[in-house]
């Protein structure tokens, strides 16, 4: 499955737009990370229990957008957008979310 954010793949020219596409993942972050992360916001540096939570979320939706997109006959999303979002009480889940276009080159 070929992935783009661009609405086109050069050289490489759409022959059959199947539609829209759509993967999306809530996740939560545990009590440990959370504490974690507060260290890391107090004395500085990137913390890395949220960034592979960041990833897995991010990894997931894109996985689920290409099963969705495989199902409808596509070898290749075009105009793939992903967009993040804390949700719940207290932001204490993240949501990840992806949209393109499914489409046959």
């Known amino acids: 499955m070929i992935l783009s954010t661009t609405p ?7 022959r059959e737009y199947k539609g829209v596409v759509t993967g999306e993942v ?8 959370d504490f974690m992360a507060g260290l890391t ?8 229990s949220y960034e592979k939570v960041l990833i897995e ?12 997109a495989q ?5 290749a999303i075009v105009g793939i957008d992903i967009d993040y979002e ?7 889940m ?12």
């Open 8 to 14: 086109q793949i050069e050289g490489r020219p759409i």
């Open 26 to 33: 809530i996740i939560g972050a545990n009590v440990l990370k």
């Open 41 to 48: 916001d107090f004395f500085g540096g990137r913390s890395s």
């Open 57 to 68: 979320a991010k990894d997931s939706s894109m996985q689920e957008m290409m099963q969705r």
């Open 71 to 75: 199902a409808l006959g596509a070898n």
């Open 86 to 92: 804390t949700i719940g009480a207290n932001g204490s």
């Open 94 to 105: 993240l949501m990840v979310a992806t949209s393109g276009t499914a489409v046959v080159i």
